[in-house]
């Protein structure tokens, strides 16, 4: 039994000097490299993002003024189509029968006209040879002005009439492009249908709206020369536009039109930029992404790679004297280059960040800095 109790402190003692080296190695291995850049401020090119709104030169929704069904549609979706060309016919059969029938009337008005003309100018002829009194020529003259006012309405019934029939046959007010066509052959269509029969587009030059709010408005029109606002908008440099898919529109446009009222509900100044479409690759109705390009003389450039986004929010890992990481919230400008965000806040110039592995990392965690390549 003596010799036991002896025997424990001994095998302990043993144990725990050659546990020693693994936990030493376990906390050099718990020091991991990362690469890091040292951030500095320097004068740098970039553009300005702003979503934007794309409409044609001008956009017309056609609808039918008169009730009936569709006879016939002249065009497809997406056809070009020049001012007055035909669109749609609506059955004009009760139209031409209204016209018909106003017609006889006028018929039948001029003959009442001219028979209550004659009888008036008889009745003068008598009154002039005092065959009979005054009275019967003031009859005669005032059967005669009904009788022209009955004219007067039965031309106005057929005018009103054949303008129906003409609402009948439905031509483009501009030259652009068909849009959707929800009616089809032998659809009942109305002046109160909620759906237009289809729009026409003119597209030659396409308008990209895009907002800025109040604060925004004050420090963009700053960058500008000039003393009114169309002087800033003529020094203003040429605008491109980023399509939904991805793609850079290959023709520049102008900023033109800002509006002079701000919106009520979002106290945005909108403005307008204008851009070639003579291929017609622009769509009326799409979205895009407008982009001005701009200088920024001292600029801190933070890669998009060392960035992560929480609650809305960006975040760096910037790196201390001792080689500690801790989780930074950093404020970008709405101005970016292809790979790196514009930083307003958050960090300075001189301040380190970890580029890469972010995934790894935990606020307080210990690296071994290395020098990143990203620029």
């Known amino acids: 039994m003596k010799t036991e109790v002896l025997l424990y402190p001994l095998l302990l003692s043993i144990l725990m000097t050659a546990c020693k080296p693994n936990q030493n190695q376990g906390q050099q291995e718990e ?21 934007a709104t794309l409409q044609g030169e001008q956009t017309v929704e056609i609808r039918s003024k008169v009730d009936g069904y569709i006879e016939q ?15 749609f016919k609506i059955d004009a059969n009760s139209y031409q029968q209204e016209v018909n029938s106003r017609q006889a009337a006028v018929i039948a008005a001029e003959a009442n006209l001219e028979t209550a003309t004659i009888q008036s100018q008889r009745t003068k002829v008598l009154v002039d040879r005092k065959i009979v009194n005054s009275f019967e020529l003031t009859s005669a003259k005032n059967v005669e002005r009904v009788k022209r006012a009955e004219l007067n309405q039965a031309k106005a019934d057929l005018s009103s009439a054949r303008s129906k029939l003409a609402y009948t046959h439905i031509v483009s ?12 052959i032998g659809s009942l269509v109305s002046s109160t249908s909620a759906s237009a029969l289809t729009t026409v587009a003119n597209t030659r030059q396409i308008y990209a709206y895009f907002s800025l709010s109040q604060q925004q408005l004050a420090s963009f ?13 003529r020094n203003m440099p040429e605008v491109s536009l980023t399509l939904a ?23 945005a100044a909108n403005f307008k930029a204008v851009f070639p479409n003579p291929e017609s690759k622009l769509w009326s109705g799409a979205s895009a992404v407008l982009s001005i390009p701009t200088t920024i003389n001292e600029a801190i450039l933070v890669p ?12 760096v890992f910037s790196v201390d004297a001792t080689n500690t990481v801790h989780n930074t919230a950093v404020e970008v400008m709405d101005a970016v280059t292809e790979k790196d965000y514009v930083v307003i806040s958050g960090v300075k110039s001189g301040d380190k960040i970890v580029t890469e592995g972010l995934g790894n990392l935990k606020d307080g965690m210990k690296i071994k800095a290395t020098p990143s390549s990203s620029k």
């Open 31 to 51: 020091v991991q490299e990362f690469p890091t850049l040292l951030l500095e401020a320097r004068k740098t090119a970039l553009s300005v993002e702003y979503p």
């Open 73 to 87: 549609v002249y065009v497809n979706e997406g056809a070009q189509v020049r001012k007055g060309q035909p669109l």
């Open 173 to 184: 007010p501009i030259a652009g492009v068909v849009g959707s066509l929800p009616y089809k």
């Open 221 to 233: 029109l700053r960058k500008y020369d000039g003393q009114r606002v169309n002087d800033k908008f």
């Open 245 to 267: 898919d991805g793609t850079r529109y290959p023709v520049k446009g102008k900023i033109e039109t800002l509006s002079g009222v701000l919106n009520a509900n979002t106290g």
């Open 304 to 315: 998009k790679s060392s960035t992560f986004e929480l609650q809305g929010k960006h975040f």
